[in-house]
């Protein structure tokens, strides 16, 4: 590929001076000059029956197309013309649309079948050309050789098997365009459709179907719902659909992993949390619901709620566990980019007292990559001991036994001061490799 740059300015100003002034506008425009490429196979079965067609007689391939002209390939069994001793096959590329001086690279090869690669190449491309690339004049015009192969050598050659010849024809047909300064443009803002759903959903209006969770009611759209999710397609409109569409009732959106967590919150000697005289059946009460109202959040929004605002808790733990609550749910709905968020979401907040039951809830749902992260946090020295204190890490040993082997493999990795450590209860395991205390990270 060839650039030409040439600079353009406003000659009513006079000539350049070696210093001119910053008042004077310069404008700029560049000349790119490059080649568009691409390539054709032609195989040419029955070698030997086309012998004896006569000499200037041809087998041809089917046209392709390559840099908006159209392209055939023609060999000569016989040779092109006898002047230039027919015993020689001969190759040509040819110009098979209309065209007037259509300048391009070329490559013929004809192809070593036995393995080696040694290929019979003749070839534009790659070399300095003294004259530029070929041109074609018309429709019909041909470059190739008159005498590509001799013959008898071609017919006890590799290039030669099972009586099939097989051509490569490369093509690089020159185009050139100038690019100049983008003189006027126009912003275009992001989309908003997701602030035009959400806001119908804040208004109420028009909506024709409830969810309910524990007691509580979220209004919502049918057809919105089903836009979004195939298993609300299904449930709502689909030939199995369920005989009340006026209301859904949610009583499974919390899965045992959700319960051992939020309860353990409370017993947790790792975690910052203070409840106050809040009742735990208030406190989970919030949490059944919640999500419920984050999933119908996202549907209308395609995007996630603040999940402290929304819990109306300010702390990591009460985000983490609604992040937990919501990937269970977009998994129950084919929600595959709110399960994503919730994953990305999980993956930056692992830490001691949420990690077990995360990785728990990776196995359940296979997310594959939240579980790697959860596997090595776990199995670092500094991690381990304290998250097998927690309730979490009692659930997943229950719940997904064969994931406890493959974090045996992970902390293997880490050395057999890891192995040792695990196995002893070491009180190193709450320091680095160096002997230093490090200071767990919590919620």
């Known amino acids: 590929m060839g650039t030409i740059r040439f600079s353009s300015r406003d000659l009513s100003v006079g000539p350049a001076s070696l210093n001119p002034s ?44 390559i840099g908006g002209y159209a ?5 000569y069994p016989d040779g092109k013309s006898s002047e230039d001793n027919a015993s020689y096959v001969s190759l040509f590329i040819a110009l098979a649309s209309e065209g007037n001086d259509v300048r391009a690279l070329f490559e013929l090869t004809l192809m070593d079948q036995s393995g080696k690669e040694r290929h019979k190449v003749h070839s534009h491309f ?39 010849l097989l051509i490569r024809c490369c093509v690089g047909v020159v185009k050139s365009h100038t690019e100049g300064p983008k003189t006027y443009t126009i912003a275009v803002p992001p989309s908003n459709i997701g602030q035009h759903f959400g806001k119908l959903l804040d208004s109420g209006k028009r909506t024709d179907v409830n969810f309910e969770v524990d007691g509580e009611i979220c209004a919502s759209h049918k057809i919105v719902l089903a ?15 369920d005989q009340n ?52 959040h996202f549907i209308y929004w395609d995007a996630l709620p603040d999940m402290e605002e929304l819990v109306g808790l300010n702390s990591k733990w009460a985000s983490t566990l609604m992040a937990q609550h919501l990937l269970a749910a977009a998994d129950r709905y084919a929600l595959e980019r709110l399960r994503l968020l919730c994953e990305a979401r999980l993956c930056e907040d692992v830490a001691i007292n949420t990690v ?15 579980k ?3 596997l090595k946090f776990i199995a670092l020295p500094e991690n381990l001991k304290a998250v097998m204190q927690t309730d979490g890490f009692e659930y997943l040993k229950e719940s997904c036994p064969s994931v406890i082997t493959e974090l045996l493999q992970y902390v293997a ?17 709450d320091s680095d490799m160096n002997g230093r205390r490090v200071k767990q990270r919590i919620h």
């Open 22 to 65: 910053p008042s004077i506008p310069i404008t700029t425009s560049t000349s790119i000059t490059e080649t568009v490429n691409g390539s054709h196979e032609f195989k040419v079965d029955g070698y030997s029956l086309s012998k004896g067609m006569g000499i200037g007689k041809y087998v041809a391939s089917d046209t392709f197309y």
């Open 372 to 374: 790697s992260v959860c």
């Open 356 to 370: 077990a039951t995360t990785l728990a809830l990776a196995e359940q749902h296979q997310c594959i990559q939240l």
């Open 126 to 164: 790659g070399r300095a050309l003294e004259s530029g690339p070929y041109t074609l004049k018309y429709r019909g015009s041909m470059w190739g050789y008159k005498r590509f192969y001799k013959r008898t050598q071609l017919e006890t050659s590799d290039f030669l098997k099972d009586d099939t």
């Open 71 to 75: 392209w055939a390939i023609y060999f």
């Open 413 to 429: 990795k880490n050395g057999e001061h890891s192995v040792i450590a695990c196995t002893h209860g070491n009180d190193n395991l």
């Open 227 to 241: 836009a979004r999710s195939p298993v609300f397609r299904a449930q709502l409109f689909g030939p199995m659909k």
């Open 245 to 296: 569409t006026q209301c859904i009732k949610v009583e499974d959106m919390e899965a045992p992993v959700f319960k051992v967590f939020s309860l353990s919150l409370f017993v947790v000697p790792y975690t910052n949390v203070h409840v106050d005289s809040s009742p735990k059946a208030l406190l989970l009460s919030l949490f059944l619901l919640t999500p419920a109202k984050a999933l119908i």
